[in-house]
Nanobody, 122 residues
């Protein structure tokens, strides 16, 4: 599967962005999906995950309530709605197939997309 993330950009603190991740192939609905992010000079960190049907989700504790992950299997796309953005949310955001449900480490994910840059100005 190939993943293409989009929707990043420059936004002021307090603003919102919606990221999209389009997947190629006909097996998208067979994969749990995830978002990770990597800020400059920092390690890649987990953001959110969603199960095959879209009913089950989990988030990094620090982001719960501000970020929402969703998916549309008919469009082979997973989304990340980000609200009340803060300068510390500045990072490259990556989508990936999640191999191990419940895991939050980057090693639990495969087929990384190329990432989309989100910059939050203060």
């Amino acid at each position: 599967v190939q993943l293409q993330a989009s929707g990043g950009g420059l936004v002021q603190a307090g603003g919102s962005l919606r990221l999209s991740c389009a997947a190629s192939g006909r097996t998208f609905s067979s994969y749990a999906m995830s978002w990770f992010r990597q800020a400059p000079g920092k390690e890649r960190e987990f953001v959110a995950a969603i199960n095959l049907s879209g009913v089950g989700t989990y988030y990094a504790n620090s982001l719960k309530g501000r970020f929402t992950i969703s998916r549309d299997n008919a469009k082979n796309t997973v989304y990340l709605q980000m609200n009340s953005l803060k300068p510390e949310d500045t990072a490259v955001y990556y989508c990936a197939v999640l191999r191990s449900w419940g895991d939050t480490t980057p090693t639990a994910a495969d087929y990384w997309g190329q990432g989309t840059l989100v910059t939050v100005s203060s």
